[in-house]
C-alpha cells in the first residue's frame, strides 16, 4: 500500500506536513476544457459585439457608395446592394446570438454556425463587389469610392479570430 493508510480510529486523526495534504476520492476525474470556438473572456465578447457592429455601418456605407456610382448596369447594383442589405441583417442576428453566449463555455454547433455563416456572407459580399468593379474597368476613379472596402476586411479577420474562427 502506499500513500496514507487510516484504518478505523476510535478518535480524531490529525496530520501536519511541510506542505500540502490533498485528499480525493480516486473515483472522481478531473475534466479541463479549453475553448477554441466561443468566448474565453467578456473582454473577447464586448469586441466581437462592437466590431460586428462596425461592420454593419461599413457594408451600409458601401451601398451607399455603390448607389452614387453611374456606369453600372442597374440590375447589378440592385443584387448586389441586396445582397448587402442581407449580410446587414445577418449580422444583426449574429451580434445578437453572440450577446447572449456566455463565456469559457463553447456554443452549440448550431450557434457556431449561426455566427459563423455572415462572417463568410461578408467575405463573399465583398468578393463580389470587387468582381463587380473589376469588371467596369471605365469606372475605376469612381471605384475609388468604395474605399469602406479596405476597412471591412481588417475587422472581419479580428471578428474571427475573437471567435476562434480561421
Not at 445578437?96 to 461578408?122: C, F, H, W, Y
Amino acid at each position: 500500500m502506499s500513500g496514507f493508510n487510516i484504518g478505523n480510529v476510535g478518535g480524531n486523526v490529525s496530520m501536519d506536513a511541510g506542505g500540502d495534504i490533498v485528499g480525493g476520492d480516486k473515483n472522481t476525474t478531473t475534466t479541463t476544457t479549453t475553448i477554441t470556438i466561443g468566448f474565453k473572456q467578456d473582454q473577447d465578447k464586448q469586441k466581437f459585439v462592437g466590431q460586428i457592429e462596425e461592420l454593419r455601418k461599413q457594408l451600409r456605407q458601401v451601398k451607399s457608395d455603390i448607389e452614387d456610382v453611374d456606369g453600372i448596369d442597374e440590375d447589378d447594383k440592385d443584387a448586389i446592394i441586396m445582397e448587402l442589405m442581407q449580410q446587414v441583417k445577418a449580422l444583426k442576428t449574429a451580434k445578437d446570438m453572440a450577446e447572449e453566449l456566455p463565456t469559457k463555455q463553447e456554443p452549440s454547433q448550431e450557434k457556431r454556425d449561426a455566427i459563423e455563416a455572415p462572417l463568410n456572407g461578408v467575405d463573399g459580399v465583398v468578393k463580389k463587389v470587387t468582381e463587380m468593379f473589376n469588371k467596369a474597368a471605365d469606372i475605376g476613379d469612381k471605384v475609388r469610392k468604395v474605399n469602406n472596402l479596405k476597412l471591412i476586411l481588417p475587422i472581419l479577420i479580428s471578428a474571427r479570430h475573437l471567435f476562434g474562427l480561421p
